[in-house]
């Protein structure tokens, strides 16, 4: 069955960085597009960065120039790199991915961006 697993998370400064990890399985990594979601405390979850089966990547403007995409393919993992983080930043972070019309989703993982 399709499992994503996070992990990464934690607290950062403003201006610091934190490296998030997706380890995928269950289904054929390299076929499909994989991204990475938020969600902050009484707001919906929305997308922050979507990697595709050919690696092109997109990014929701307030993450743009911040925070990269990447994903090995060798080794059925997605990345999210985060550097100038910022308090607005603090949010669960989830990956996903829609295999057979399904989106499936990991557990999450918490950041936390405070001085």
């Known amino acids: 069955q399709v499992q994503l697993v996070e992990s990464g998370g934690g607290l950062a400064q403003p201006g610091g960085s934190l490296r998030l990890s997706c380890a995928a399985s269950?289904?054929?990594?390299?076929?499909?597009?994989m991204g990475w979601y938020r969600q902050a405390p009484g707001k919906q979850r929305d997308l922050v960065a979507i990697?595709?089966?050919?690696?092109?990547?997109n990014y929701v403007d307030s993450v743009k120039g911040r925070f990269t995409i990447s994903r090995d393919n060798a080794k059925n993992m997605v990345y999210l790199q985060m550097d100038s983080v910022k308090p607005e930043d603090t949010a669960v972070y989830f990956c996903?991915?829609?295999?057979?019309?399904?989106?499936?989703w990991g557990q999450g993982t918490q950041v936390t961006v405070s001085s």
């Open positions: 996903s991915v829609r295999v057979l019309g399904r989106d499936r």
């Open positions: 990697i595709s089966s050919g690696a092109n990547t």
């Open positions: 269950g289904f054929t990594f390299r076929n499909y597009a």
